[in-house]
């Protein structure tokens, strides 16, 4: 049945208070009119009754499932857990939003959107960094033929912790590593520009002392007219270029990343002065010299406000179920690649499922 855009807020569960949990979901759905945090499954209930005061928590994710007054389900957890969870919040008639990666592999991830088909239920990928700064302004840039057709572009996102730390993400579980966390916003952000490859080559190693997971990706997908390089380290103090891309009429360079991350980190509400304006212009260099280019400003609300938009029959799915799968193929393939140290062509299936 068709909400009526000025009906209650949807209430949402969160399954995890982990760093997504903690430092992305709850403050973003805070932040969004139509939705409403009303219960959190955490293994630290402390922490979140901390930060978030009353919400209701709940020790396991089975008990916030079972609740009636749910109507979609975040699922936050550790990777390994994404699709069973989401299988079972389908069952039991609830939206779902899952975060990145959506799965661990292709079959698993169909197996997810076959079951939110015959449930007759939205489900959505939290591609947040479709809403960032600087991939706005990138494609922005690209769409009004700045620099001519695309010939070379190149996405990195790279940290600098040369120290393994004792968590999930970095241990050698099904799911950990680098590739898993920061590949699926790389690959999801080249498909919203160029769709999917012919086909994926990938080198993906484990470069820092004691290193249990891979923590350095370099994988290109290779197009008929452009190669599109993504690239994520763990080892990059500095002097990487957030975006580089190359035209036939030109180049431009986007330095610095998007800065709503570090804002939640600092404490900034969303939608508070400032949210999401970014000072670092993308600079564009031609056969006329260079300039700069203002920015335009991120806000990774657009996920959620879309959520509430879709529940409500008020408009489409944010992130739909082909555009996930689309990522997850091309995640799987980097891996294989990497494997078998040659180019991987994509794996496809029936029109309607990838």
Known sequence: MTM?????????????????????????????????????????????????????????????????????????????????????????????????????????????????????????????????????????????GAIGQVVHFESHFDRFRPMVRDRWRERAVPGGGIWYDLGPHLIDQALQLFDLPQAVEANIATLRPGGQADDWAHVVLIYPDKRVILHASMLVAGGSARFTVHGTGGSLVKQLGDPQEGQLLAGVLPGAPGWGEDADPIIIHDAEGSRPLPAISGDQRGLYRGLVAATRGEGENPVPARQALEVMAVLEAAIQSSQARRAVALRRGPAATL
């Open 4 to 144: 009526p855009i000025s009906a209650a807020p949807i209430r949402a569960g969160l399954i995890g208070f982990g760093y997504a949990g903690r430092v992305f979901h709850a403050p973003l759905i805070a932040a969004t009119d139509g939705i409403t945090l009303a219960a959190v499954a955490s293994s630290r209930p402390d922490d979140v009754r901390a930060a978030l005061g009353d919400v209701a928590v709940l020790d396991t994710a089975d008990a916030l499932i079972a609740r009636d007054d749910i109507e979609v389900v975040i699922v936050a957890s550790p990777n390994d857990s994404h699709a069973p969870l989401a299988l079972q919040a389908l069952a039991a008639g609830k939206h779902v939003v899952v975060e990145k990666p959506f799965a661990l592999s292709l079959d698993e991830a169909r197996e997810v959107v076959d079951a939110a088909t015959r449930a007759d239920r939205l489900l959505t990928v939290f591609h947040n960094r479709r809403w960032d700064s600087d991939f706005l302004s990138v494609k922005a840039t690209i769409e009004r």
